[in-house]
């Protein structure tokens, strides 16, 4: 084989791994990669499984944001050396309700003339923590000793968002949002009592 025929074949290889590489970059650019194996989607619409009818006012809302700090240790390894810290960012809400539906005769009492009214309210209730998945996030800050901290697995994202939403209803139940909530519903009660001319007065 001559030299120029072994240079007419280097250069045809070099030329043919510029145009696929060109071309990689063209289908990369409009969402296409030719390497990536075709994808067929079979997933059912949502089904509505049942509508149910609440009697409850939506009172107040507590926002809440978590952060959790995790050290995990090397094993076999001293102390002095660090292993992984893993930071979890949490964001959520906690809604607090009164329930109507457990108003009873005997916690509504009208007076002979009409104009007043004595209500009874049931205890507010606080829902569950509802984490906003967009704006919740795990910030992982490596040691320089990667090699070694590599091989030990973060907490698993399903246990932070259990351990801030526990520590998140933990906060909901110190704070006054159960206050906030009893408030806003006898302002909420007393504007619809005034529009029928009954004053309105609660008791505990």
């Known amino acids: 084989m ?5 240079f007419k074949r280097m250069a045809f290889v070099a030329v043919g791994a510029v145009v696929a590489l060109a071309g990689l970059g063209v ?8 390497f990536q194996p075709p994808q067929t989607d079979r997933s059912q619409p949502a089904v509505l499984m049942s509508i149910q009818n609440l009697s409850r006012y939506e009172a107040a809302v507590a926002n809440f944001e978590k952060v959790i700090d995790i050290q995990d240790e ?8 660090p292993g992984r810290r893993t930071l979890f960012v949490a964001v959520g809400t906690v809604d607090a309700y009164v329930d109507l539906s457990g108003l009873a005769e005997k916690d509504m009492t009208l007076s002979e003339d009409g104009k007043s009214v004595t209500v009874r309210l049931p205890e507010p209730e606080l829902e569950k923590p509802n984490i906003d998945h967009a704006k919740s996030h795990v910030v992982d ?12 697995e973060l907490p698993q994202e399903a246990k932070l968002y259990l351990r801030a ?4 209803a933990a906060a909901a139940e110190e704070s006054e949002l159960r206050k906030r909530a009893t408030a806003n519903t006898e302002a909420m009660l007393t504007a619809t009592f ?3 001319g009954i004053r309105a007065t ?3």
């Open 2 to 6: 001559t030299t120029l025929v072994l």
């Open 27 to 34: 289908a990369n650019e409009y969402g296409f990669t030719p």
């Open 74 to 81: 090397v094993a076999r390894i001293p102390g002095i050396i």
């Open 141 to 152: 800050t490596r040691t320089t000793f990667d090699k070694i901290s590599d091989f030990i």
């Open 165 to 168: 939403e526990k520590d998140m």
């Open 194 to 196: 005034d529009t029928l």
């Open 202 to 204: 609660f008791i505990d």
